[in-house]
C-alpha cells in the first residue's frame, strides 16, 4: 500500500497507518535520553540530623555519577566559618558519592554546602544542616 493515497470521493490524500507507525517507531528509536541532573540521594551525617558526636566526614551520595574536576563540597559552623579539611573529593570506588573530611567538631549548627556536575554536564547545588549536641 501506497503512504498517501487518494480519496475517490474528495481527491484528497490520506497518510496510511502503517507508514505512520513506522515514522513514529523511527523517531522514537532515534530520539536522545532527555537531559538529567545529578540530585542527592541520602546523606551521612542525614539531612537535619542531631548527633552525639563529630562524625569523622560528611558524604553525600547522588542518583547519577558526577564529574570529579567540578564537584565540590565543604562544611560550615554557624559562624560561617569553614570547618572541614578542604579535601573534598568524589570517592574512586563510587562516582556518585562526594566526601569531605572533618577534623573532631564542638556542640553546634552545622552545614553542608555541595555543588556538583553530572556527567552530560548539568550543575546542581545545594545544602543542608546538621547539629553536633
Do not use: C
Not at 30 to 53: C, I, M, Y
Not at 74 to 87: F, G, L, M, P, T
Amino acid at each position: 500500500m501506497d503512504a498517501v493515497s487518494r480519496n475517490a470521493r474528495t481527491g484528497r490524500a490520506a497518510i496510511t497507518a502503517a507508514p505512520v507507525g513506522a515514522l513514529l517507531a523511527l523517531v522514537l528509536s532515534t530520539a536522545r535520553e532527555a537531559p538529567a541532573h545529578a540530585f542527592p540521594d541520602h546523606s551521612e551525617p542525614r539531612v537535619g540530623a542531631s548527633l552525639k558526636t563529630s562524625p569523622a566526614d560528611v558524604r553525600v551520595w547522588f542518583d547519577g555519577a558526577i564529574e570529579p574536576v567540578f564537584s565540590t563540597i565543604r562544611v560550615e559552623n554557624a559562624d560561617r566559618q569553614r570547618v572541614d579539611k578542604q579535601d573534598g573529593r568524589v570517592s574512586p570506588d563510587d562516582s556518585r558519592l562526594l566526601i569531605v573530611s572533618v577534623p573532631p567538631l564542638p556542640p553546634g549548627k552545622y552545614r553542608v554546602y555541595w555543588s556538583v556536575v553530572a556527567r552530560d554536564g548539568h550543575r546542581t547545588d545545594g545544602d543542608f544542616p546538621f547539629r553536633i549536641k
